[in-house]
C-alpha cells in the first residue's frame, strides 16, 4: 500500500474519532440532560479539563486535516510533507494522551454528586473492595444528578475508547510518514513502450 493512501485512510478513521470525542465532552457539560448543574458549578472537575474538546478533539483534528491532505489523490506528495505529517501526527498523539488521561482520572475519581445535603465526589479515597467501579452497590450514595454514575462511566469510557484509538491510528502515521520520507513518494512507475 503507498503511504499516501495509507495516510488518507488514517485520516478518514480520525475523524468520526474527533466527532465522537468532542460529542462526549460537551455532553459531559450536562449531567442528566439538564443545564443548571453546569451553571451551577456542579459537573466533575476532569470535565473541565476538556479531555475530549481539546485533547481527542482540536489536538488530533488539525493533524486529521494535514494528513489527509498528505495522502491527497492516493499519493503521499513529496519528501517534505510525509515529514510534517509526522510531526503533526506527534500532536495527534499528545492530544489523544491528554484525552486518555483525562479520561482515566474521570473513571478513577468518580462524579461529582449530591450526597444528602453536600455535593462531593464520594468515591475518590475508595480502594480496593471499596471501589466503585466493581462494586455497583456505592453507586446509591449519589442521589442527585440522576444516574450521574452511568452517565459518567458511559461518557467517560467512550472518550478513554476512542482516544486510544486516536493514539494508535496517529502512532500509524508516524511510522508511515517515516517511510513515506525516507522512501520517497508513491509515484508509478513509467511505462516502457
Not at 50 to 71: D, F, K, Q, R, S
Not at 110 to 128: A, D, H, N
Not at 151 to 170: D, E, K, R
Amino acid at each position: 500500500m503507498c503511504t499516501g493512501k495509507c495516510s488518507r485512510f488514517i485520516a478518514v478513521a480520525l475523524y468520526p474519532l474527533v466527532v465522537i470525542s468532542i460529542i462526549c465532552n460537551i455532553v459531559l457539560f450536562f449531567p442528566d440532560g439538564d443545564v443548571t448543574y453546569a451553571k451551577d458549578g456542579h459537573i466533575t472537575e476532569e470535565v473541565k479539563y476538556m479531555g475530549g474538546l481539546i485533547g481527542g478533539g482540536v489536538m488530533v483534528l488539525l493533524p486529521a486535516l494535514y494528513i489527509h491532505l498528505t495522502g491527497k489523490e492516493g499519493c503521499c506528495g513529496n519528501r517534505c510533507g510525509m515529514f510534517l505529517s509526522i510531526a503533526f501526527a506527534a500532536v495527534g498523539v499528545a492530544g489523544g494522551l491528554y484525552s486518555i488521561i483525562v479520561a482515566v482520572l474521570g473513571l478513577q475519581n468518580g462524579p461529582l454528586c449530591k450526597t444528602g445535603l453536600v455535593w462531593t465526589t464520594p468515591f475518590k479515597e475508595l480502594t480496593g473492595d471499596n471501589n466503585y467501579l466493581t462494586n455497583k452497590t456505592l453507586w446509591s450514595l449519589c442521589t442527585e444528578p440522576k444516574n450521574i454514575v452511568e452517565f459518567n462511566l458511559g461518557l467517560f469510557g467512550t472518550l478513554l475508547a476512542t482516544s486510544c484509538l486516536q493514539v494508535i491510528l496517529c502512532a500509524i502515521q508516524m511510522i508511515n510518514g517515516l517511510f513515506g520520507c525516507l522512501c520517497g513518494t508513491c509515484n508509478k512507475e513509467a511505462q516502457i513502450a
